[in-house]
């Protein structure tokens, strides 16, 4: 097992100043969900240089390829995203719709490129107890909801999102495992850091109606439906000091519509926003009383308030054992003291969909320079941020498909969903729209 750890990183060290030029390129030409055509030739033409048959176009613009062909024992899935996220205020923003890399996906997308590479030049497909599934996956920012609304009106998606869709169309039915990278904000240095849970969040829509009437002549003729909608505003800032510490809960939004002109009485105004938490039991309490804090605002005002609520993204639930593995890797390249146990991750991911139907992870890297969807975000150190992880994700996958690793951790895991139960509610969360 050694000696395969040892071929295939030298076969990242060998390919990684070509990977990085690509990641480079990527940064320059960023494109938003389900519109990640350029990105995705990139990255499939790279897996076609090295050998791999390509299945693309899945969901609009992901990949998937695979090892080995044929059937197989197990297989353990290799992610990374293609989206950028927006980021007007960042130098590297694009001037048609400021998409970016502040999210760091470029930098999976490298890693994922570094590891097939390996392992096809390291020639140890035959020596492994299972197949590597690679996967270049669409639209985890959850974003552009209109255009991808309007993807679903026309049949080209059901889901808002890349790993949503993969699911749907079966792209993880043959995956036993599945390790994702995740660059760390504000960490220059190489190191790792470990979550084990994450929050999860539902979308909320929410729109209200008045009257309108002259702003300055005749207010009380009117209905002030921006005044209704910053009251509900208000009522959930008074709800705040009840969240509960434990379920890291977090609501936030943004006013969408706020009147149509200053001389009038606003009389039409809209709200979207996220309900976060770290458990679908808390999400369901956290939006019932989003629901209310802006019904009974509309009540008040005699306006007529409506909140709809959309399917985001479900918790994340990282594997205990697929961590301890990571994390044992990771000890034969960085000292304890950059290695970091982080515990619970705010923000919220699409892995957390899949997290519920098979053993997932995602160790974040460092490498990072500033924060994440922020103008400051940069990459100082890419080997911290893509060969280093590389090394380490690539030598956890040899463990797991070796010494019936990957067995073990199976016999004893127990999935929140079967994939079945996830699509019904999925519909049933459509439905509810």
Same mark, same amino acid.
């Given at each position: ?49 090295? +050998?791999? =048959? ?6 609009? !613009? &992901?990949?998937?390829?695979? $090892? @080995?062909?044929?059937?197989? *024992? ?112 504000? +960490?220059? =240095? ?6 084990? !849970? &994450?929050?999860?969040?539902? $979308? @909320?829509?929410?729109?209200? *109606? ?224």
């Amino acid at each position: 097992m050694e000696k395969m750890k040892e071929a295939v990183e030298k076969a990242i060290d060998r390919n990684a100043a070509e990977v990085i030029g690509l990641v480079k390129d990527i940064e320059q030409h960023p494109e938003l969900g389900f519109q990640e055509h350029r990105t995705s030739k990139i990255v499939a033409d790279y897996l076609c240089g090295c +050998s791999y =048959e390509v299945e693309d176009g899945l969901a609009l !613009t &992901g990949l998937k390829t695979s $090892l @080995k062909s044929g059937k197989n *024992k197990y297989t353990v899935a290799f992610i990374g995203e293609l989206d950028g996220i927006i980021c007007k205020d960042s130098p590297k923003a694009s001037p048609a719709d400021g998409a970016t890399h502040t999210c760091g996906h470029n930098l999976q997308l490298g890693i994922l490129m570094l590891i097939a590479k390996a392992m096809k030049e390291a020639g140890i497909a035959g020596q492994l107890d299972g197949n590597i599934s690679f996967m270049a996956i669409p639209a985890e920012e959850y974003i552009q909801l209109e255009y991808r609304r309007q993807l679903r009106k026309e049949n080209k998606i059901k889901y808002l999102s890349g790993k949503q869709e993969f699911i749907r169309l079966g792209l993880f039915d043959d995956i036993d495992a599945a390790i994702m990278l995740h660059a760390q904000p504000n +960490s220059e =240095e190489a190191s790792i850091h470990i979550y084990g !849970t &994450g929050n999860g969040f539902e $979308l @909320k829509d929410v729109h209200c *109606k008045g009257k309108t009437a002259h702003a300055a002549a005749a207010p009380h003729e009117g209905i002030n439906a921006l005044h209704a909608l910053i009251q509900g505003i208000n009522n959930i800032n008074a709800l705040r000091d009840t969240f509960r510490d434990e379920d890291h809960s977090r609501i936030h939004y943004i006013i969408t519509k706020g009147g149509d002109n200053v001389n009038s009485v606003p009389s039409d105004t809209a709200l979207q926003g996220y309900v976060r938490s770290a458990s679908i039991r808390s999400i369901k309490e956290l939006s019932s009383k989003f629901d209310k804090a802006f019904l009974s605002a509309g009540e008040n005002f005699n306006a007529k308030m409506s909140v709809s609520t959309s399917a985001g993204y479900m918790p994340l639930i990282c594997n205990h054992s697929l961590n301890e593995i990571f994390v044992s890797n990771v000890r034969n390249f960085l000292p304890e003291d950059k290695i970091y146990n982080k515990g619970h991750f705010m923000a919220s991911t699409d892995l957390g969909d899949l997290s519920h139907i098979i053993p997932v992870i995602q160790p974040m890297m460092g490498g990072i320079k500033g924060g994440l969807h922020s103008p400051d975000f940069e990459v100082v150190d890419y080997n911290a941020a893509i060969t280093l992880p590389a090394k380490i994700a690539a030598n956890t996958i040899i463990d797991l498909l070796t010494n019936d690793t990957l067995s073990t951790i199976l016999e004893s895991y127990k999935p929140e969903l079967s994939k079945e139960e996830y699509l019904q509610l999925m519909d049933k969360d459509i439905n509810n729209e």
